[in-house]
């Protein structure tokens, strides 16, 4: 499956972007999707996972009541919905998927990655 993340911008502090990111491929509803981010210099982090039917997300502590995971399976798209954006929040913003019935919090689970879209929070 390929992967192509768009959505992401320049934001001032508390305001919201959503982000989308569209799969090619006829089985998009059999992957478990997830959300990471990486800040310069540091490490990618996980932000928001999943499950394949949409039953099921999981989210970092840093943007829990923040932050929405969706998809929309008939679309192919899973979307990141974010509120109240904070400078800390600034970083590229990748989406990634993996086949399974769960939901996934770990990069090293994932199997396809799309390329990423900047999201930038100024003070």
């Known amino acids: 499956v390929q992967l192509q993340a768009s959505g992401g911008g320049l934001v001032q502090a508390g305001g919201s972007l959503r982000l989308s990111c569209a799969a090619s491929g006829r089985t998009f509803s059999s992957y478990a999707m997830g959300w990471f981010r990486q800040a310069p210099g540091k490490e990618r982090e996980f932000v928001a996972g999943i499950s394949w039917s949409g039953g099921m997300t999981y989210y970092a502590d840093s943007v829990k009541g923040r932050f929405t995971i969706s998809r929309d399976n008939a679309k192919n798209t899973v979307y990141l919905q974010m509120n109240s954006l904070k400078p800390e929040d600034t970083a590229v913003y990748y989406c990634?998927?993996?086949?399974?019935?769960?939901?996934?919090?770990?990069?090293?689970?994932?199997?396809?990655w799309g390329q990423g879209t900047q999201v930038t929070v100024s003070s």
């Open positions: 990634a998927a993996v086949g399974g019935l769960g939901v996934y919090s770990r990069a090293a689970q994932y199997d396809y």
